[in-house]
């Protein structure tokens, strides 16, 4: 089936600095979206991309779907401490149903005060 | 609103008893789904239903048994658990026909089976 590469696994930073991550796919995406995950929470939707090219924000948050529609990156500037959590990629397969998502394996995020 | 719903928060279970786990939304929505969480894995996709009387299968469906008899509950149902099953499960739910940012995730249920 298919499946989403994430990176990094994890990262430990220092308060202020920029986070950058990303996805990549063996197969074509229509939707690509960010998710934040904390503890014992479910994933809250940060950024839905939906055309190749787009370059969004959200705040601090900055998200791209790549030009192959096999990519997305997410970056995050001037990190703050409640921005730890668990980021996940999702691309969303109209080939499939609507709706229907498949995630990657998440980037866990530190930050050191 | 009160979003998307789950019971239980938390369950334990001896393997092969069964159980139901309890999901409700009271935004109207159509498509409602179930996935699994597994330790430094993403989500995946067990069932989904894109309407009342409606559901298919996802990724892994295998020991899990869904219905949708109303628009506002969607119950994933463990016939016979087993220790693979443990795991966190997650209810969505988001309008057909809305875009995907309209997805709502409820909190999860923790499930353990021993």
């Known amino acids: 089936g298919q499946q989403l590469n994430q990176s990094p696994q994890s990262m430990f930073i220092q308060e202020g600095e920029d986070v950058s991550m990303n996805c990549t796919s063996s197969?074509?995406?229509?939707?690509w979206l960010w998710y934040k995950q904390d503890p014992g929470e479910g994933p809250v939707l940060l950024i839905a991309?939906?055309?190749?090219?787009e370059l969004t924000s959200n705040g601090r948050l900055t998200a791209q779907f790549g030009t192959t529609r096999k990519d997305s990156f997410l970056n995050i500037s001037a990190s703050i401490p409640s921005d730890v959590g668990i980021y996940f990629c999702?691309?969303?397969?109209?080939?499939?149903?609507?709706?229907?998502?498949?995630f990657g394996k998440g980037t866990k995020l530190s930050v050191k005060p | 609103n009160a979003g998307v719903t789950q019971t239980p928060k938390f369950q334990v279970l001896k393997t092969g008893q069964s159980m139901t786990l309890q999901c409700a939304q009271d935004m109207n929505h159509e498509y409602m789904s179930w996935y699994r969480q597994d330790p430094g894995m993403g989500l995946r996709l067990i069932h989904y239903s894109v309407g009342a009387g409606i559901t298919d299968q996802g990724e892994v469906p295998n020991g899990y048994n869904v219905s949708r008899s109303t628009t506002e509950d969607f119950p994933l149902r463990l016939l016979s658990a087993a220790p693979s099953q443990t795991s966190v499960y997650f209810c969505a739910s988001f309008p057909s026909g809305g875009v995907i940012n309209e997805q709502f995730f409820g909190p999860g249920t923790r499930l353990t089976v021993l």
């Open positions: 197969s074509i995406f229509n939707t």
């Open positions: 999702a691309g969303e397969d109209y080939g499939g149903s609507q709706g229907n998502l498949i």
């Open positions: 991309l939906y055309k190749a090219g």
